[in-house]
């Protein structure tokens, strides 16, 4: 009921023709029976993430996780912290319905319905695109406009009036940096007791310097690589690939350096496109903070420059997927990816215990989405108060970068809020228009129904 969706319910969907919603799953989070240490790695920890990973791709219950049992079930999430219990809501049971706020929502003057403003930046023409193809006029000033879109955030949040919808939401700066994040995930950690699977082993060395030290000459850190980087830079910037048993990690370890830094344990065993590095850029859409809804699409892979070896950090462009400079970087679509993620499934008797390898990936992509999301709904995908966003409701449009290991494990490198949108590539084009079509579609039927009090599902 709409109770449980005010305090905090959030819904992951897929925004795909291929994959239509088709149920709905609600679930308990546990607090947890102690605080828990940063994000680190014992063979311990190693052995139930990945009983913590086959749970998720076989369907089995748990209490620390969110499941998809198949990928029937993949469509929608709610979580919530009332209810002790895990329900399967399918389509065919009638009766569920999501009532809506029972406040009333502002309608839209007749005269601003179905118009829209934009920063003019062609990085925002998909948007645009989309919003025309759905009947919407672009209107001159930034007042006028049902739908605002700018693709930087430019704090209009107080500026807005209550019907007008913006895409950006106030609270992002608690996870758009490296450092902001990692701590967030440290107090989630401590409060539900989740294991956070989907992380690299990870300190803050300006708050954690002795056990990061500890970590390296004492627990058998100095033989593992590991990845120092810049909290505040994106696109490969800031980040030093440090090589096991060597000088420079014993340094990083022992003396405090002149700015605050994020180390992870790099991920080894990677999983490599042609012998090449590369990642999955997924995306995930905030449709509403009134209530909480979260849509998630499969995204497209990100393909290195160089070749890619475990056993060299010198160059540290071979260990990046983007923004290196060098021509040949590729991207492709999801579609390739499974195809050669079946290709090495098929290779490798060691992953016959994993049902179906696509939704495996798939099901820890959402799972890590809601995880997370979890961490920082209260932080920033919720809605602040009336004194900070004037605007009754809001949306957003977010990225997240993944790896994959040889053993179908999903890491998650870092959530992006500027998510490139440009359109090098025609399958590009042609996702941006599925894409943010099904964007525009969902909001519109969110507000319409909450202007007319009706439920949301």
């Given at each position: 009921?709409?109770?449980?969706?005010?305090?905090?319910?959030?819904?992951?969907?897929?925004?795909?023709?291929?994959?239509?919603?088709?149920?709905?799953?609600?679930?308990?989070?546990?607090?947890?029976?102690?605080?828990?240490?940063?994000?680190?790695?014992?063979?311990?920890?190693?052995?139930?993430?990945?009983?913590?990973?086959?749970?998720?791709?076989?369907?089995?219950?748990?209490?620390?996780?969110?499941?998809?049992?198949?990928?029937?079930?993949?469509?929608?999430?709610?979580?919530?912290?009332?209810?002790?219990?895990?329900?399967?809501?399918?389509?065919?049971?009638?009766?569920?319905?999501?009532?809506?706020?029972?406040?009333?929502?502002?309608?839209?003057?007749?005269?601003?319905?179905?118009?829209?403003?934009?920063?003019?930046?062609?990085?925002?023409?998909?948007?645009?695109?989309?919003?025309?193809?759905?009947?919407?006029?672009?209107?001159?000033?930034?007042?006028?406009?049902?739908?605002?879109?700018?693709?930087?955030?430019?704090?209009?949040?107080?500026?807005?009036?209550?019907?007008?919808?913006?895409?950006?939401?106030?609270?992002?700066?608690?996870?758009?940096?490296?450092?902001?994040?990692?701590?967030?995930?440290?107090?989630?950690?401590?409060?539900?007791?989740?294991?956070?699977?989907?992380?690299?082993?990870?300190?803050?060395?300006?708050?954690?310097?002795?056990?990061?030290?500890?970590?390296?000459?004492?627990?058998?850190?100095?033989?593992?690589?590991?990845?120092?980087?810049?909290?505040?830079?994106?696109?490969?910037?800031?980040?030093?690939?440090?090589?096991?048993?060597?000088?420079?990690?014993?340094?990083?370890?022992?003396?405090?350096?002149?700015?605050?830094?994020?180390?992870?344990?790099?991920?080894?065993?990677?999983?490599?496109?042609?012998?090449?590095?590369?990642?999955?850029?997924?995306?995930?859409?905030?449709?509403?903070?009134?209530?909480?809804?979260?849509?998630?699409?499969?995204?497209?892979?990100?393909?290195?420059?160089?070749?890619?070896?475990?056993?060299?950090?010198?160059?540290?462009?071979?260990?990046l997927t983007t923004y290196t400079g060098l021509g040949e970087?590729?991207?492709?679509?999801?579609?390739?990816?499974?195809?050669?993620?079946?290709?090495?499934?098929?290779?490798?008797?060691?992953?016959?215990?994993?049902?179906?390898?696509?939704?495996?990936?798939?099901?820890?992509?959402?799972?890590?989405?809601?995880?997370?999301?979890?961490?920082?709904?209260?932080?920033?995908?919720?809605?602040?108060?009336?004194?900070?966003?004037?605007?009754?409701?809001?949306?957003?449009?977010?990225?997240?970068?993944?790896?994959?290991?040889?053993?179908?494990?999903?890491?998650?490198?870092?959530?992006?809020?500027?998510?490139?949108?440009?359109?090098?590539?025609?399958?590009?084009?042609?996702?941006?228009?599925?894409?943010?079509?099904?964007?525009?579609?969902?909001?519109?039927?969110?507000?319409?129904?909450?202007?007319?009090?009706?439920?949301?599902?």
């Open positions: 009921n709409f109770e449980c969706a005010r305090r905090g319910v959030m819904l992951v969907a897929a925004i795909s023709t291929k994959h239509p919603i088709t149920s709905i799953m609600v679930r308990q989070r546990h607090a947890a029976s102690k605080p828990l240490s940063p994000i680190t790695e014992t063979d311990k920890d190693q052995k139930r993430r990945k009983a913590h990973r086959g749970n998720i791709s076989n369907g089995v219950a748990t209490k620390k996780t969110v499941l998809f049992a198949a990928s029937a079930l993949s469509a929608i999430l709610l979580l919530t912290r009332y209810g002790p219990r895990i329900h399967y809501i399918k389509n065919d049971m009638p009766g569920y319905v999501m009532k809506t706020s029972p406040r009333a929502f502002t309608p839209v003057p007749e005269g601003n319905r179905k118009t829209f403003w934009f920063d003019g930046g062609k990085i925002s023409f998909p948007m645009v695109r989309a919003l025309r193809s759905a009947g919407f006029q672009k209107v001159n000033q930034m007042e006028d406009a049902q739908i605002v879109f700018q693709y930087r955030s430019n704090n209009l949040y107080d500026k807005l009036k209550p019907w007008q919808r913006l895409n950006h939401i106030p609270g992002y700066r608690h996870w758009n940096r490296k450092d902001t994040i990692l701590d967030g995930f440290k107090a989630y950690q401590e409060r539900t007791g989740s294991d956070l699977y989907f992380l690299p082993e990870s300190y803050r060395l300006e708050q954690g310097q002795e056990e990061f030290k500890r970590r390296i000459l004492e627990e058998g850190g100095l033989h593992l690589p590991w990845v120092l980087k810049k909290p505040d830079v994106n696109q490969g910037k800031g980040i030093e690939l440090i090589a096991p048993n060597s000088e420079r990690l014993e340094q990083v370890a022992s003396s405090e350096l002149d700015e605050d830094y994020i180390i992870q344990r790099y991920v080894c065993n990677e999983l490599t496109w042609d012998g090449r590095k590369f990642d999955i850029r997924m995306f995930w859409f905030v449709a509403s903070v009134e209530p909480m809804i979260v849509l998630y699409h499969d995204g497209y892979s990100r393909i290195g420059n160089g070749d890619y070896s475990e056993h060299d950090f010198k160059d540290t462009t071979s260990h970087e590729v991207k492709d679509t999801f579609q390739e990816f499974e195809k050669r993620l079946l290709q090495h499934y098929r290779s490798s008797p060691n992953l016959r215990h994993i049902r179906d390898p696509v939704q495996h990936v798939r099901n820890q992509f959402k799972d890590s989405l809601g995880e997370f999301i979890d961490a920082f709904k209260d932080l920033n995908f919720s809605h602040p108060g009336r004194d900070v966003m004037t605007s009754e409701n809001a949306y957003g449009f977010y990225g997240a970068d993944y790896i994959l290991d040889q053993d179908l494990d999903v890491w998650l490198l870092e959530p992006q809020k500027g998510c490139g949108m440009d359109e090098d590539y025609k399958f590009r084009v042609e996702m941006h228009d599925a894409l943010f079509g099904g964007m525009v579609s969902t909001l519109e039927e969110i507000w319409y129904k909450q202007e007319a009090g009706e439920p949301v599902l």
